[in-house]
C-alpha cells in the first residue's frame, strides 16, 4: 500500500534503538504518521463521488446555509406571532407564513437537509441519528405543503330546516364574475400588500364577450346608499326625505321604497319611518293626543305632600329656549335650564330658573359638583358637556373639541311637590317643558323604538302619515312637498322632497372618508370593496362593488354579472342542521356551551349523522383509516347566533398531509433521542477517534517533538 520511501521510513524506525539517535526517531516518528495521515486523507478524497465536490452541492450541505435558514425562520416566527396578536391571522398568513418568499425558504430548508444527508454517503452506524432526524424534519415539510397545496379549511353557516349546504366560505377574498358563456370565473382580490389604483390597476383579461376587466381602486370601508331611479311603469313608489334638528346639529337624508324588505325603513336609533303603498287607516278621524285617553301628563302629587325628586335635562346653547327632561324619581321639579354660550374661552354658564329664583354657574367651576340652588331645596349637578353636541349609534357625543353646538346634562335633586307638565300639541311646538320624553337613547335590544313614523302612498300620488311620539302620543295628516313636519321627537323636522311613482332599485356606494371610520364604531360593520372597470367597445363602465354584492354590469351582448366578497369552495358532500342546542349556566342565562346536531349527505345518496360541540369534532367518512391519514372532513362547532338558534356555524378541515405531519414530528423525537441518549449511535464511538487532518508540513525545523501513541507498541 506504501512505497518505497516510507518502507524506508518504517525501516529507520524499527531499527536498533542503538543504531540512532533518540531525536531522529521522534522527529521521524512524527513525519511517518503525517505522511499517513496525509495519504490517507488523499485516499478518502479521491474515492468521493464527483457529485459530492460538486461546487452546488457542497453550497446546499453547508452548515453556514443551514444556520442562516434557520434563523431566518425563526425570525420569520416571531414576526408573524407580533402580526397575528397585533391584527389577527390574515394578516399573519398575508406578510409571513402564506408569503412566497416562506415558500421558498422552507423548499431551501428541506434542500439543505436533503444534501446535508447525502454528504455523508456512504453512510456507517454513527449517523443514523443524523439522518432519522433529517429525515424527520423532510417529511414534516413535505406534509405541510401537501396539506397547503390539497387541503381545505372554511365555515359553513347552516339553519334548521334548510336543505343540505355545500358551499364553503374561505377566509380568501375573490372577484367572481359570471361570464356570458356560462361560466363563473373566479380571480384573486387580496389586497393586504399592493391595492391596486387608477395608476396601477390589477388587469383581469379579457372575458367571453371581449371586454376587457380590470380592478382599479380599492376601499376598506364602503357607504352604499339608495338612489332609485324612474321607470314609465311598474316598480315601486319611492319617497326621499330630509329630517333635521338645530340643537343636535344634524341632518339626515335618505329614499325609500314603498313595501321593500331592505329599502322601506329607516331607523334613527330612538324612531323609525317606514314607507308603505296606502292610506292611513281611519283616516279623517281625530287622533291628536288632545284627547284624554291618548295624552300621556305626568299629574301632581294628590294631596300635594313633597317627595324626593330628581329630573335630568339636557340644555343647547344655540337653543336657549329647548330642552329636553326625564324624571326619575318623583316626577319634575319644574324647572327651566338653559345654557349661555361659552365666551372668552370658557364653556358658558348653566342658568336655572326654579321657584321664580334664578341662578346662573360656570360650567368648567361645577362640572360634576353638587351645588345648592340659592332660595330653594334643590341641587345642581352639571353631569357632563359637550363642545360640539352630535347623537352617534344613539349616544351624545362631541363631534370636535371646538364650541360649534355647546350642550349640557344637569340632573336637579331635592324634597318638592312635583310639577304636572303642560299638555303639548299634536306636534309639537319644542317650547314646552316635556317631563315624559327624555333625552334621545337607543332602544333596549327586542324592543321596539318608541317613536315611530309611518308614511303612506296612494294610488293618485298623496301622502299621508301615522306618528306615534313618546311625548306627544298618535297623530295623522296629510303631508305636502317641501312643507316640515313636527315629528315631536326634540325638534325634529321632516321634509319629504321628492316622490316617484314607479321606481327600480338601484344603489350608489362610496368609500368611506378616514375620519368617519375612526369616529364612528358603527363604521367597522361597513363593508370593503373594490371599482372595477369594463372597457368594451371604445366604451368605459365603473362601478364600486362591495363585499356580498353582485352587480350586472351592461355589456353586450349581454349583461355580466360580478360580485365580490369571500372565496367560496364547493364540497363534495352537503351539511344539514337537524338540530341546534345550548345549554345554560345553571342559575343563569350564559351559555355554557353549544352543540349542533348534523347530517352529511354525498352526492350519491349515502348519509350519515352525527355531533359537534367545543373540542369534540365530528368527522366524515368515520373509518379510522380515513382518520389516521387525514382523508377525512373534520366538523367543528365554530359559532353561534344568539338571536337565532335555528342557526350554526361551523369549521370543516381537511388536510391530507395530515399522517406525514405526525411521522416527521415522532422521527424528529427518535433521531434526537438517539444522537444525545444512545452511546452507539452518537458521532464519536470509542474505539473509532475521530482526528483532524494533518497538512503536509512545510519548512519543519528538527528538534524534539511529541511522538504518536504507536511509539512504545
Not at 442562516?68 to 397575528?84: H, N, P
Not at 414534516?140 to 353557516?157: H, N, P, Q, V, Y
Not at 371599482?531 to 366604451?539: K, L, P
Amino acid at each position: 500500500m506504501f512505497d518505497a520511501s516510507l518502507d524506508g521510513e518504517v525501516a529507520f524506525i524499527l531499527a536498533s534503538p542503538a543504531e540512532r539517535p533518540i531525536h531522529l526517531l521522534f522527529e521521524r516518528t512524527h513525519v511517518l504518521a503525517e505522511d499517513i495521515d496525509l495519504r490517507m486523507a488523499n485516499s478518502n478524497s479521491s474515492d468521493q463521488p464527483a457529485w459530492q465536490i460538486n461546487p452546488v452541492f457542497e453550497f446546499f450541505a453547508s452548515l453556514k446555509l443551514a444556520v442562516v435558514l434557520l434563523a431566518v425562520l425563526i425570525i420569520a416566527a416571531i414576526a408573524g406571532t407580533i402580526y397575528e396578536s397585533s391584527f389577527d391571522a390574515k394578516v399573519a398568513r398575508a406578510y409571513v407564513y402564506g408569503a412566497p418568499w416562506f415558500n421558498l425558504w422552507l423548499v431551501l430548508l428541506g434542500a439543505n437537509l436533503t444534501v446535508s444527508a447525502l454528504s455523508r454517503w456512504p453512510w456507517r452506524k454513527h449517523h443514523l441519528a443524523f439522518l432519522i432526524t433529517h429525515l424527520g424534519i423532510i417529511t414534516l415539510l413535505i406534509g405541510s405543503l401537501i396539506g397547503r397545496i390539497w387541503g381545505t379549511e372554511g365555515t359553513i353557516t347552516i339553519f334548521k330546516g334548510d336543505p343540505p349546504a355545500n358551499r364553503l366560505l374561505v377566509d380568501q377574498h375573490q372577484l367572481r364574475v359570471h361570464d356570458v358563456d356560462g361560466i363563473v370565473k373566479g380571480y384573486p382580490a387580496e389586497f393586504l400588500h399592493h391595492p391596486p389604483t387608477p395608476q396601477h390597476p390589477r388587469d383581469l383579461g379579457r372575458l367571453a364577450s371581449g371586454a376587457r376587466l380590470q380592478i382599479v381602486n380599492y376601499a376598506s370601508a364602503i357607504e352604499g346608499k339608495l338612489n332609485p331611479k324612474p321607470l314609465t311603469d311598474g316598480g315601486a313608489p319611492a319617497l326621499h326625505f330630509a329630517i333635521s334638528t338645530a340643537i343636535m346639529n344634524q341632518h339626515l337624508d335618505s329614499w325609500l321604497l314603498a313595501g321593500d324588505p331592505q329599502h322601506g325603513n329607516f331607523s334613527m336609533g330612538l324612531a323609525n319611518i317606514e314607507f308603505k303603498r296606502g292610506i292611513v287607516p281611519d283616516f279623517g278621524r281625530d287622533r291628536s293626543p288632545s284627547h284624554p285617553d291618548e295624552r300621556t301628563i305626568t299629574q301632581p302629587s294628590k294631596s300635594g305632600e313633597e317627595v324626593e325628586l330628581e329630573e335630568s335635562i339636557f340644555a343647547f346653547s344655540k337653543a336657549p329656549e329647548e330642552q329636553i327632561g326625564r324624571a326619575a324619581k318623583g316626577g319634575s321639579a319644574g324647572a327651566k335650564v338653559r345654557l349661555d354660550p361659552p365666551q372668552n374661552g370658557n364653556k358658558g354658564r348653566v342658568v336655572i330658573l326654579l321657584d321664580g329664583k334664578e341662578n346662573s354657574f360656570d360650567v368648567a367651576e361645577n362640572l360634576g359638583r353638587d351645588v345648592q340652588i340659592n332660595g330653594t331645596p334643590f341641587t345642581l349637578k352639571i353631569d357632563n358637556y359637550w363642545p360640539d353636541f352630535r347623537i352617534q349609534d344613539g349616544k351624545p357625543s362631541s363631534v370636535t373639541d371646538q364650541p360649534k353646538n355647546p350642550a349640557v346634562l344637569v340632573t336637579i335633586r331635592g324634597k318638592g311637590v312635583p310639577v304636572a307638565a303642560a299638555a303639548t300639541n299634536p306636534h309639537g311646538n319644542g317650547k314646552e317643558l316635556t317631563t315624559t320624553g327624555g333625552p334621545p337613547t337607543m332602544p333596549a335590544r327586542g324592543e321596539e323604538a318608541p317613536n315611530h313614523l309611518t308614511l303612506f302612498i296612494a294610488d293618485d300620488g298623496a301622502i299621508t302619515y301615522e306618528l306615534a311620539s313618546r311625548k306627544n302620543g298618535q297623530s295623522s295628516g296629510k303631508i305636502e312637498l317641501n312643507k316640515p313636519l313636527s315629528t315631536g321627537w326634540a325638534d325634529w323636522q321632516l321634509v319629504v322632497d321628492k316622490v316617484m311613482s314607479h321606481a327600480r332599485q338601484w344603489m350608489d356606494f362610496t368609500p368611506v372618508r378616514a375620519e368617519k371610520t375612526s369616529t364612528s364604531p358603527a363604521a367597522a360593520d361597513f363593508p370593503d370593496g373594490v371599482r372595477i372597470q369594463i372597457q368594451q367597445n371604445g366604451e368605459k363602465f365603473e362601478q364600486w362593488v362591495p363585499a356580498g354584492w353582485q352587480i350586472a354590469v351592461p355589456t353586450s351582448p349581454e349583461e355580466t354579472q360580478i360580485a365580490y366578497g369571500w372565496k367560496t369552495v364547493p364540497l363534495p358532500i352537503g351539511l344539514e342542521l337537524l338540530d341546534f342546542e345550548v345549554k345554560r349556566n345553571e342559575g343563569s342565562d350564559s351559555p355554557a356551551g353549544f352543540k349542533s346536531t348534523l347530517r352529511v349527505v354525498t352526492a350519491d345518496g349515502q348519509t350519515a349523522t352525527g355531533s359537534c360541540w367545543m373540542n369534540n369534532p365530528f368527522s366524515y367518512p368515520g373509518a379510522w383509516w380515513r382518520t389516521w391519514t387525514g382523508l377525512t372532513y373534520k366538523i367543528s362547532q365554530a359559532s353561534w347566533n344568539p338571536e337565532n338558534l335555528a342557526q350554526s356555524t361551523v369549521q370543516i378541515l381537511r388536510d391530507p398531509g395530515w399522517l406525514l405531519k405526525w411521522i416527521g414530528s415522532l422521527l424528529v423525537v427518535i433521531g434526537v433521542f438517539m444522537m444525545f441518549y444512545l452511546q452507539p449511535y452518537r458521532k464519536q464511538t470509542e474505539g473509532e477517534p475521530i482526528l483532524p487532518s494533518i497538512p503536509e508540513p512545510q519548512n519543519r525545523q528538527p528538534g524534539p517533538v511529541c511522538p504518536p501513541a504507536i511509539i512504545g507498541h
